[in-house]
């Protein structure tokens, strides 16, 4: 392993060319899911015979650690473990262990479909896991069969909160992404089942990530149409978001009956305080969830290349960031752009 250069003052850390610094990293662990969501790797594009990556490609988990280690110094202080779907990957509470070790990171956090939870909630909650995250679009069961490809069973996630609600972790979130015809019909049963239990619900304006998803425009059911809708059964109250680039709206029931969120990339684009990156499970370095590409880390790393060395690479990468896609998408950019696909660096 390289030389690891010393921790750097946040006045310290790389900002692009919009002066956004980088704080927070999302890490996708492994590219393969065992659900076949239509808006993120629809079951015609990626059947079961589809060829993902080889376990020789992924990252190990100490190239994992000393990358972390490299962000850290950089300026980074959360991560959070994305897939595919995270769980797949074996003996993943040993690189939340790891990672939460890292000086410099205060918080790590995971985002699964809940699948497999239940069976390693407590782990990960000993190996140092601060938060969860869940992507829940519905609790009806047919709907929710049918948005996961038919392999989901919502018994199955909600069995997952249970245990991860015994293993201490809360409040939890779950990502519900809404799409006009399909689940958006559901949304008041799903926050009437949440409400009051201390977890908070954040709906997502269905997005154009990636090629595959068939997204159209006339699906997306923007925030501000959704959030009338519950405030009409509950009224709202706005929230100040909790710390600078919180991509969440927030909005508490007047009374009191939790907190709800919403995250509008499409029709209340964020970009201008964005300070996330991402790491693709083979190693390359995203700076928009929407870029069409990346920057390889692992061939330098598994070369040789010294901490210092990397940190300079990462720095630079992020010095030259210009992204502002959400910002900037119009049926031109629909039209030309090509974008990596969500399963591959997480949402």
Not at 48 to 71: P, Q, W, Y
Not at 263 to 282: H, K, Q, Y
Request: glycine content about 10%; overall charge neutral.
């Amino acid at each position: 392993m390289g030389t690891a250069i010393p921790l750097r003052l946040d006045t310290a850390a790389p900002r692009d060319l919009h002066g956004r610094v980088l704080r927070d990293l999302r890490i996708s662990v492994v590219d393969r899911c065992n659900f076949r969501c239509p808006y993120c790797m629809p079951e015609d594009q990626y059947p079961r015979d589809h060829e993902f990556l080889s376990k020789a490609e992924r990252l190990r988990f100490e190239e994992i650690e000393r990358l972390a280690r490299v962000f850290a110094d950089l300026g980074v202080h959360k991560l959070r473990l994305t897939g595919g779907e995270p769980l797949l990957r074996r003996d993943l509470p040993e690189l939340v262990r790891k990672l939460a070790a890292v000086p410099g990171i205060d918080d790590v956090a995971l985002t699964t479909n809940g699948s497999l939870l239940a069976a390693h909630a407590q782990d990960l909650r000993d190996a140092g896991l601060r938060r969860i995250t869940l992507s829940l679009d519905t609790i009806e069961p047919e709907t929710f069969r049918r948005m996961s490809g038919g392999r989901g069973d919502v018994g199955v996630v909600l069995e997952a909160i249970a245990a991860a609600e015994r293993a201490g972790f809360g409040p939890l979130k779950f990502n519900v992404v809404v799409m006009r015809g399909t689940n958006d019909g559901e949304v008041l049963g799903l926050l009437e089942r949440f409400r009051g239990s201390g977890h908070i619900v954040r709906f997502i304006e269905y997005m154009d990530v990636g090629t595959c998803n068939d997204w159209r425009r006339d699906l997306v059911v923007p925030s501000a149409e959704l959030r009338a809708r519950i405030a009409a059964r509950w009224p709202l109250v706005a929230l100040e978001p909790n710390y600078g680039g919180e991509v969440a709206s927030r909005y508490a029931f007047a009374d009191g009956g939790g907190e709800i969120g919403f995250i509008s990339s499409v029709t209340e684009p964020f970009c201008g305080d964005c300070s996330r990156a991402r790491l693709s499970a083979d190693g390359r370095l995203y700076t928009c969830l929407f870029a069409s590409h990346g920057h390889d880390l692992r061939g330098p790393l598994r070369a040789g290349m010294r901490d210092d060395e990397l940190a300079g690479l990462i720095g630079a990468v992020w010095k030259a960031r210009d992204d502002r896609y959400s910002e900037l998408r119009s049926e031109a950019t629909l039209a030309t752009r090509e974008h990596v696909e969500m399963y591959a660096i997480g949402g």
